[in-house]
């Protein structure tokens, strides 16, 4: 459905690393008031390449620009959740459960980060979810628990 949908059909907020900022919650409140949006998919995607930088990072403490390094620094409490010590960083797996848990936190800084969209959340107008698409297979998965803990 979400890769049939026409102009209009969607309200999108797209940005690298599903980073849950100001502008992202204000776009989504303006989404919710004057569309009637109801449902919220944080969806994110395998081979993410912020979350690639903010693991390449946690092992070089190397950042390309300013910039990306503050896009990051919300993506490495997950980075540093999964022990680096027992964990290939280089996996596909650790990877994806990297994701997996930045795309599951941005899903709560959304409903922390807006009383208006957790209010209308708990009554149940707005549903707020998050999905991996797996950009090699095209499938995407609402089962975001982490491969690893």
């Known amino acids: 459905m979400i890769f049939d949908a026409d102009i ?3 309200f999108v907020v797209r940005n690298a690393g599903n980073m849950v900022s100001n ?16 449902l919220c998919i944080v969806l994110g995607h395998t081979q993410c390449g912020a979350v690639e930088t903010a ?3 946690h092992k070089t403490q190397e950042s390309p620009t300013k910039h990306i390094k503050q ?8 980075v540093d959740k999964t022990s680096p010590e027992t964990k ?8 994806n459960t990297v994701i997996r848990r930045n795309i599951i936190s941005s899903c709560d800084k959304i409903i922390d980060g807006s009383t208006l969209l957790r209010t209308h ?29």
């Open 23 to 38: 502008s992202v919650l204000a776009s989504m409140e303006l989404a919710f008031l004057n569309f009637g949006v109801d």
């Open 71 to 78: 896009l990051i620094q919300s993506i490495m409490p997950h």
């Open 88 to 95: 290939d960083l280089n996996s596909p797996q650790y990877v």
């Open 121 to 149: 959340r708990d009554k149940g107008k707005l549903n707020i979810v998050g999905g991996i698409y797996n950009i090699r297979t095209g499938v995407v998965s609402f089962d975001l628990q982490p491969l690893l803990d």
């Open 8 to 10: 209009g059909d969607l």
């Open 55 to 57: 693991i390449h990072y």
